[in-house]
């Protein structure tokens, strides 16, 4: 049994909201750790509906610099 997976393939990531709230759950289920950042061209989600989602979640979110999102 191989120790590592497949070297993952180059396409261009398509996550969704179940992969942006492991992201976010597991950045901020991290002593130490109180913000993370994405970058836009990995999600399948219109920036405006991640931005409105999160707030109602209780994140404060920026654009950091174009195409990427930082949440606090």
Do not use: C
Not at 11 to 19: D, F, I, P, T
Not at 58 to 65: I, L
């Amino acid at each position: 049994m191989s120790k590592l997976d497949p070297k993952p393939n180059q396409e261009k990531l398509n996550y969704s909201w179940s992969e942006l709230n492991r992201m976010l759950q597991s950045n901020f289920n991290t002593p130490g750790i109180t913000s993370a950042t994405i970058d836009l061209d990995n999600f399948n989600i219109p920036k405006e509906e991640i931005i409105a989602e999160a707030t109602e979640q209780g994140y404060t979110v920026t654009e950091s610099s174009p195409g990427h999102l930082r949440f606090e």
